[in-house]
């Protein structure tokens, strides 16, 4: 062991006639441990929450959408996904439409979303349908032409044979297009699995007693739950065939959605489908779509490193305080090992020595408190939310490696620093000056 190191932890482990400086130094390994701990804590939460919600996202929208810019719709779409589907990267593609609409259940209404799908290539690019909790999305797979039974009025009527009018009434709902609401909005309209809502689109369609709104009913077969609220209260999922009949579209889609390999590719992705797709068309990734959201959590994480790293600075004045507080009491043990030969850089290496190892007992400390905290609640699910609020129902954990390294680079450098001073003050001690009247 270097000469400095053995007299810095000789200074730590004596028993010293002013307990007050044992107080203090002990107070600023706590300092320092409690400054850690609770930085890798908050790093663990922001970290768990930005997880969070990048995976239910990625679960909820597609990593790259090709829209056709100035235009209605993409037309001739099937073959344009087949070509783009084999582009490098590309897992999936899906056609979709996109439509504002007024959803409405007798007295209620709210205005919705309503994207049509096809089932068979929506799972592959997105985990909605598997968020259904009530009913179920198979409704929603496309059939042949014979989902609305029509009546042969030439046929002889039958009194023994001829539908009740339940019976009629239920031909009717089953013959109705099928719908799935997001949890919020149908609690809000008051629907259930089974219920029939009237769907309005506001772009109407020309009569000749002018411009009158479009509408269809449509039956609740399900009833999905992302676990985002602007998901559940504002979306609805239908038919790609009957969105079209809806909202008069034709043969057209608004968006085609694609699934990449790398999600943190997408936006290369994006720019190889719009070169690919031609001009006229415009690609975005999931990244460009949440730009503000991430920024946000990335400004709050940088936030929360510097508020709660201001504890690692108080503790950081405790060991100046302490190291500048043993540098007087210790001034005759110095100025005799002065005398003896040691050099003033070696004076100064001992007392930054100390410092040192304060900071690094209170780091290592900070760091297993922080880390065991954070992997508990992670585990045990020790914080509690409100789903309805949070759309969680506990505080995530997800502690990274990478983090603790920062913190702990972080607190040596800053008790590093808190030591520079004492260390400063006891090189230029002078030998005969302090042991003068000795």
């Known amino acids: 062991m270097k000469f400095e190191l053995f007299v810095a932890t000789r200074y730590l482990r004596a028993k010293r006639r002013q ?35 990048q995976q239910r996202l990625l679960g909820s929208t597609s990593h790259v959408n090709l829209l056709r810019i100035k235009s209605d719709g993409i037309s001739n ?3 344009l996904m087949e070509r783009l589907a084999k582009t ?27 994207k049509g799908m096809i089932p068979a290539y929506e799972r592959k690019v997105s985990d909605l349908l598997s968020s259904v909790r009530i009913g179920s999305a198979a409704a929603l797979e496309e059939t042949p032409a014979d989902t609305s039974t029509s009546v042969d009025k030439t046929a002889p009527v ?3 044979s001829s539908p009740t009018s339940l019976e009629r ?16 909005m149908a609690d809000d309209l008051g629907a259930t699995v089974g219920s029939i809502v009237l769907v309005t689109s506001p772009q109407g369609e020309l009569t000749p007693f002018g411009m009158v709104p479009k509408y269809l009913r449509f039956r609740v077969v399900g009833i999905f739950n992302s676990g985002f609220y602007d998901y559940d209260s504002s979306w609805a999922f239908a ?6 009949q809806l909202f008069g579209l034709g043969d057209l889609i608004s968006v085609l959605e694609f699934k990449v390999d790398d999600i943190y590719k997408a936006g290369e ?34 936030v929360t490193f510097i508020t709660i790293g201001l504890i690692v600075f108080v503790a950081a004045l405790n060991i100046l305080i302490s190291l500048t507080m043993m540098v007087m009491e210790k001034t005759k043990d110095i100025a005799v090992l002065m005398s003896m030969g040691t050099r003033k850089s070696q004076v100064g290496r001992l007392f930054v020595a100390q410092g040192v190892l304060i900071g690094i007992i209170g780091t290592a400390f900070g760091l297993v408190l922080g880390y065991a905290v954070s992997w508990a609640g992670g585990h045990y699910h020790l914080i509690s939310l409100s789903p309805e609020v949070y759309s969680i129902d506990y505080v995530p954990f997800a502690p990274r490696g990478i983090d603790g390294v920062l913190v702990a680079l972080v607190s040596l450098g800053v008790s590093f620093i808190a030591t520079l001073y004492p260390s400063w003050s006891a090189a230029r001690i002078l030998p005969a000056e302090a042991l003068r009247y000795e």
């Open 77 to 79: 779409w099937r073959p």
């Open 239 to 244: 038919r790609l065939s009957d969105a079209q």
């Open 169 to 184: 009434v239920q031909q009717r709902v089953a013959a109705m297009p099928p719908i799935i609401l997001g949890k919020d």
């Open 269 to 302: 992705v994006a720019r190889t489908l719009e070169q690919a797709a031609g001009p006229g068309f415009m690609a975005t990734s999931w990244m460009e779509q949440n730009k503000s959201l991430f920024r946000a959590l990335r400004l709050e994480r940088v």
């Open 158 to 160: 039958q009194a023994e």
């Open 88 to 114: 490098p990267h590309v897992v999936a593609a899906a056609p979709a439409i996109y439509e504002q609409v007024l959803i409405s259940r007798g007295p209620r209404a709210r205005g919705a979303v309503v």
């Open 19 to 53: 307990a007050f400086i044992g107080v203090i130094t002990g107070i600023s390994i706590a300092g320092v441990a409690a400054g850690v701990a609770s930085l890798i804590i908050a790093l663990a939460i922001n970290n768990g929450f930005r997880q969070d919600l």
